[in-house]
């Protein structure tokens, strides 16, 4: 994110327009953080994580009175034009506030999940996997060192994006993710063929989902199913949204950021900036929001294939 946002303030400061940033977003529109920036404000941060601006969820934007708050401290700050960066939510409250307000806004894909329609890749999430895989190839060491099967939780609350080059890159046995629902019985029979196969060593990749304690389930009835199997459980949890953003990342936030800038002077409004096929898009708030990024079956079969 402080990648987009350094984009973000260097593209304003290039074409001579005033920038703030406002902290902790619609929280921080509400009571009025706001703090002036410029092109030294941003320097030193392309290669940091987390974000500068800092960030939370607000309850009172979702009121009509806390928009009319926020208005009034855009007005008083003379801002004329918005870029959130953000998700579904984010891009729901800026699609209402412009209804009521008429503030344009553009948006920048922005979640590790990478579930939103509209990119082929969101900020963070290219950071958020190779973290997670460098996890799961330390994870294999002890997996095959002891004979072990371990169950590795990954993130992705809705979506399968983080799982599937974890478990492809990571020589994953099986993945499981809220798009397909693999069921139980289906992971116990995979496991129990592999290890009549003489396998020894297992790694199982498992989305988060919306079930919390999913991953500890299934290893339990792993476990019941085929004692011999030395089955554990791994949650790599929050390490995936930190850390130094790779290369990929960098630049792809780097690009968004300049065009949400571009995107707001040439008139755009209620718009998400990514970019597919490699070039910029610029896709409706409304379709980001209701549209479903579909994950490719073609994934599925490869992991199928490949840890034959
Ligand atoms: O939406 C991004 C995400 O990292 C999900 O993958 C995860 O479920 C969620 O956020 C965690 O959110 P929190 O830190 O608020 O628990």
């Given at each position: ?32 953080e ?42 008083n ?5 918005l ?5 579904n ?27 939103l ?12 996997v ?21 169950f ?34 289906a ?14 060593s ?50 792809l936030a780097?690009?968004?950021?300049i ?15 990514g ?14 929001i ?19």
């Open positions: 994110m402080n990648a987009c946002i350094r984009a973000v303030v260097r593209t304003a400061v290039y074409h001579g327009i005033e920038v703030y940033g406002i902290m902790r977003g619609y929280s921080g529109m509400i009571k009025g706001f703090v002036k920036l410029d092109s030294a404000s941003v320097a030193n941060t392309v290669q940091r994580g987390g974000t500068i601006l800092k960030s939370a969820r607000s309850q009172k934007f979702m009121t009509k009175e806390g928009r009319q708050q926020a208005f009034d401290q855009l007005v700050h003379g801002i004329e034009g870029v959130a960066i953000g998700g939510g984010t891009f729901t409250g800026a699609t209402i506030f412009e209804r009521e307000f008429g503030i344009p806004t553009v948006g920048a894909p922005g979640t590790i999940d990478n579930d329609f509209g990119t082929d890749y969101t900020i963070g999430y290219d950071t958020a190779n973290t997670a895989l460098e996890a799961i190839d330390k994870i294999r060491d002890t997996a095959d060192s002891h004979d072990r099967c371990f590795i939780e990954v993130m992705g609350r809705d979506s399968g994006y983080i799982a599937i080059p974890c478990a492809i890159g990571g020589g994953a046995e099986i993945v499981m993710v809220p798009e397909t629902q693999m069921s139980e019985e992971v116990i029979e995979t496991l129990r063929n592999s290890w009549r196969r003489s396998k020894t297992f790694i199982v990749v498992v989305a988060e989902g919306e079930k919390e304690g999913n991953v500890t389930h299934v290893a339990a009835r792993v476990k019941e199913a085929i004692p011999e199997l030395d089955a554990r459980v791994t949650i790599i949890g929050h390490v995936q949204r930190g850390g130094a953003p790779t290369a990929s990342d960098r630049l780097s690009q968004i950021g065009a949400a800038v571009e995107g707001l002077m040439n008139g755009m409004r209620n718009v998400m900036a970019i597919i096929d490699r070039k910029l898009v610029y896709t409706p708030f409304e379709d980001t209701y549209k479903k990024k579909m994950l490719s079956q073609s994934f599925m079969r490869m992991v199928e294939i490949l840890s034959v």
